[in-house]
């Protein structure tokens, strides 16, 4: 049963045997993704050929590694830019979004809210269609009634960022009330009584306090950025992002060079998976 | 004061209004209208349902729409069966030493990019595959088989990449459970199936709720998984979406699917809420 209560040792023992179970699944395909990028072979798959760092460093005709491989270094460079200005725009929204659900009144607030939360429950291909087709739709209203030519409307860089930005605002909004609603606002008012008005208070005593979760939130917004498939697919003009780019190469077949780029991906999400816990441990603390 | 409270509110609200209005609410009234309009025979647009009439008539867009449903509902109950013993070892059964240890190991996998773990997959179970290696060396098999391109693989890859968000609210709920509770109901004579139906699953229904609502609405939109292992003949609804959009430049039909597909999600969110009595921002929280 549990720690408390007595239990039988075949309970124990097939409870933790589908506890090792549930890891190896979990953890099989990352592991066998990692092995195979150091494999001495054309394919990622077994057997063992012996161990290589060739589809990192490489740069023979036949074996191009990933730190020569000028396309998927591209795609790794759009997604580095697109994730910056999504993390950017989605944490300034977001945190309006917080203030303005946490310390405004206004009519028809439950409405906004409710807006707010919506792109959680959209699809992102929807969310990503829907897009498409209005800026398409504002795109041909400029152009022939201002004789506007508007890059802004058409399939690439800025309607990916808006179209992530769209979902991920939410987010932040959310992480950020979440701890806006711990602040205590006496505070704000002994700041008020000492003669500082509502800027110089949000600005010095607010988003102090909200820093550790602006910055929580800054870096999911950029994982999740980094990493938006769905929404992107429908947006993305020439440059390919990098799950954009990765999904064309899988689906056409696959070189050791995709398990390099999933390793150092791997590697990376963990590193800042791990530091992102160690501070947010250490704010609670 | 008064002044200052109402720039406040103008500071706020005018970021969100503008997310809010034109990335979510007029590109969804836009996909509404365009889904309601088609071309005449003299190539004009005009106002009709046989965007929709299309569907019902074409088995072959129906039929997709409930495989997509039914195999989603499937994905959730499975997932939740899957990981609910997982989430009560972790908070009930192991000792609290290793609990934030096996918390983080359970949460790591997640952050990766979900591209790379179905590539993961991938080459784990193809033709070529480690599978197949250690099956033909183990002499279990004498030549290799196809093990992705089916439903069942399609089944396990949307299972393995929506388990994190019926994971996380479980912990979260269960860590809630008063141990007391269950050795009452020990003391009282109650056996293993009893505690789990009468005290643990009602207690967890908000968490059961909020992840197999996230966990329906991320697989009845993943477009990723069973286009790439779930190969030609395992249609899934997204993939006509994408069809309707990208390869047949038929707009007004996308959209009229995309809706279709938006309905359902925003069905299966209500009845989920309705069936337990809980609001959205509840479940968000």
Excluded at chain 2, 142 to 160: C, F, S
Excluded at chain 2, 247 to 255: D, E, I, L, T, V
């Amino acid at each position: 049963m549990i720690r408390s209560l007595p239990y039988s040792k075949t309970y124990g023992l097939s409870f933790k045997l589908y506890i090792i179970l549930y890891f190896t699944f979990l953890f099989a395909p990352l592991l066998v993704t990692c092995v195979l990028a150091f494999n001495d072979s054309q394919f990622p798959s077994l057997p063992w050929k012996g161990f290589t760092f060739e589809w990192f460093t490489g740069n023979l005709p036949e074996r191009v590694g990933i730190f020569h491989d000028q396309i998927n270094l591209d795609s790794i460079w759009v997604s580095v830019r697109v994730a910056f200005f999504v993390t950017l725009l989605s944490v300034s929204v977001g945190t309006c979004g917080a203030f303005l659900f946490e310390q405004e009144d206004f009519r028809f607030k439950p409405v906004l809210y409710f807006l707010m939360l919506a792109p959680l429950v959209i699809p992102g291909v929807i969310l990503g269609i829907s897009i498409l087709m209005f800026s398409t739709v504002l795109g041909i209203h400029f152009e022939e009634t201002w004789k506007l030519d508007v890059g802004l409307f058409r399939p690439g860089f800025w309607l990916v960022v808006l179209g992530q930005f769209s979902f991920i605002a939410t987010l932040v909004t959310l992480v950020v009330s979440a701890r806006l609603r711990k602040f205590d606002r006496t505070l704000e008012e002994a700041a008020l009584n000492l003669g500082a008005n509502r800027f110089e208070v949000i600005w010095y005593i607010t988003l102090k306090f909200l820093r550790p979760a602006i910055l929580g939130s800054a870096a999911v917004a950029y994982l999740m950025s980094f990493e938006n498939f769905n929404t992107t697919l429908f947006l993305v003009g020439s440059e390919a992002t990098l799950p954009i780019n990765l999904y064309l190469q899988v689906r056409d077949g696959s070189t050791p060079v995709i398990n390099a780029i999933s390793f150092l991906l791997i590697v990376g999400t963990s590193l800042a998976a791990l530091a992102n816990l160690y501070f947010s441990r250490k704010e609670t603390q | 004061m008064k002044r200052q409270t109402r720039w406040g509110l103008f500071l706020f609200i005018t970021p969100v209004l503008l997310w809010l209005f034109l990335l979510i609410v007029l590109p969804h009234i836009d996909l509404l209208i365009m889904s309601f309009r088609t071309e005449n025979d003299s190539g004009d647009m005009m106002w009709s349902v046989s965007n929709y009439l299309n569907f019902f008539h074409e088995p072959i867009y129906w039929l997709t729409f409930v495989r997509t449903a039914i195999y989603s509902v499937l994905v959730t109950l499975l997932t939740f069966i899957i990981a609910l013993p997982v989430a009560f070892y972790i908070t009930k059964v192991v000792a609290p030493r290793f609990q934030g240890f096996l918390t983080l190991l359970l949460l790591l996998p997640f952050w990766v990019s979900e591209l790379v773990r179905v590539y993961g997959w991938m080459i784990l179970l193809r033709e070529s595959g480690v599978f197949n290696h250690f099956l033909l060396k183990l002499g279990i098999l004498n030549k290799p088989i196809e093990m992705l391109y089916n439903d069942a693989t399609m089944v396990l890859g949307l299972v393995y990449t929506s388990m994190l968000f019926m994971v996380v609210p479980l912990l979260s709920v269960m860590e809630s459970l008063d141990n007391s509770l269950i050795e009452a109901a020990y003391d009282l004579g109650a056996n293993m199936w009893t505690i789990l139906f009468r005290i643990i699953i009602p207690h967890a229904t908000p968490g059961i709720v909020s992840g197999s609502i996230v966990v329906f609405m991320l697989t009845l939109g993943n477009y990723l998984t069973p286009n790439l292992i779930g190969g030609k003949n395992s249609l899934w609804f997204t993939e006509q979406i994408y069809n309707q959009f990208i390869a047949s430049f038929n707009w007004n039909q996308g959209a009229a699917f995309g809706f279709l597909l938006l309905f359902l999600s925003s069905i299966a969110v209500w009845l989920g809420l309705k069936l337990t009595k809980q609001s959205l921002r509840k479940v968000v929280q």
